[in-house]
């Protein structure tokens, strides 16, 4: 089970985010690219790169609730997710990132 998350495209990312009490989304990216723009509705954002990171996620993210996680393209996303789904969290990971996200026409906040 552990090391197990999902990948999805921006569709799917999409519809499981759509309600936001059900699961929380989470921005692993720098607090630098956060401030440029990020997906509406995102709890929080924790820099995937900090040598905290796991530590801080752990603090804060509720484990009855699914993660949806993305960074800018997709790379980062991945480890973030690996390290989550290795500590039992349901890990739902976009794909193509925030890049992926914004190609698609999507709204953003700031």
């Known amino acids: 089970q552990a090391n197990r998350f999902k990948t999805v495209d921006v569709e ?5 985010i759509e309600d936001v009490d059900k699961v929380t989304i989470l921005d692993v990216r720098t607090p630098a690219e956060h401030a440029e723009g990020y997906i509406p509705g995102t709890h929080y ?5 900090e040598d905290d990171y796991t530590q801080i996620a752990l603090k804060k993210l509720p484990k009855d609730k699914p993660v949806a996680l993305y960074c800018r393209s997709g790379n980062r996303s991945k480890k973030a997710a690996r390290i989550l789904a290795g500590k ?13 996200w914004v190609a698609a026409g999507k709204k953003i906040a700031k």
């Open 88 to 100: 039992g969290y349901e890990v739902v990971e976009l794909g193509s990132g925030f890049k992926g």
């Open 12 to 16: 799917a990312f999409a519809s499981f």
């Open 45 to 49: 954002n924790i820099n995937v790169l």
